[in-house]
């Protein structure tokens, strides 16, 4: 089972205002993965990573943005945070098989 | 499009019981199925990964099977217990991208 963390668990903050969520993980998968999912509903992919230098967009529309620096590294930015961004962001990573592993999870509310 | 329906949307049973929680996608073209346990206000535990070639597999009291070209996998609790009381989500890859579709989710209660 993969080692994965995610700072901070919860964040409550202002419009406009810039954020990081982070996630690292500790096994060095190659592939890592953000989700987004509001109460309730079903989980979206919004970036992935296949390694080092490598972020693409997921099928859900995000205006977040992704780096992928270190392979342990896979940071979550928000330029400007709305309240539309409130939501739960879940980070994942993958061993070769794709079997997935997910952080605790950081909780955003954007007042 | 693949699309993941999970069926029921809640269930409640006593403690000791038996039981199946269903998923069924729309597109047979799956390279692995996974399910997962969430819960509330956590991430996701990893319970079980099928590959398209696998028909079942088993961990402790859980076992999921697939069946590929009728698009359904089932995971079945052996003897349920309280601690077993959380949301099961299914999610499929539809091809080695590792890009995962999830279904809406079961939350099961299991009451003492």
């Known amino acids: 089972e993969a080692d994965i963390y995610q700072t901070p668990r919860y964040l409550v903050i202002g419009t406009g205002k810039k954020i990081t969520l982070e996630c690292s993980q500790t096994?060095?998968?190659?592939?890592m993965y953000w989700y987004q999912q509001d109460p309730g509903m079903e989980l979206h992919l919004i970036h992935y990573s296949y390694g080092v230098n490598s972020t693409e967009k997921g099928d859900l529309s995000s205006e977040s943005t992704v780096s992928r620096i270190r392979t342990e590294h896979f940071p979550l930015t928000l330029e400007s945070a709305r309240p539309s961004h409130t939501s739960q962001y879940l980070c994942?990573?993958?061993?070769?098989?794709?079997?997935?592993?997910f952080g605790p999870g950081t909780r955003l509310t954007v007042l | 499009k693949q699309e993941v329906t999970q069926i029921p949307a809640a269930l409640s049973v006593p403690e000791g019981e038996n039981l199946v929680l269903n998923c069924s996608f729309t597109d047979s073209a799956i390279y692995n199925l996974q399910w997962f346990r969430q819960d509330p206000g956590k991430g996701l535990t990893s319970l079980l990964l099928?590959?398209?070639?696998?028909r079942e597999q088993t961990s402790g009291r859980l076992n999921a099977s697939l069946d590929k070209s009728s698009g359904r996998s089932t995971l079945y609790i052996a003897a349920s217990q309280p601690g077993d009381s959380a949301t099961y989500l299914c999610?499929?890859?539809?091809?080695?991208?590792?890009?995962?579709?999830f279904g809406q989710g079961t939350t099961l209660q299991v009451k003492p």
């Open positions: 099928i590959q398209s070639s696998q």
């Open positions: 096994m060095g998968h190659d592939k």
């Open positions: 999610a499929v890859e539809p091809g080695n991208t590792g890009k995962l579709i």
């Open positions: 994942a990573s993958s061993v070769y098989t794709n079997e997935q592993f």
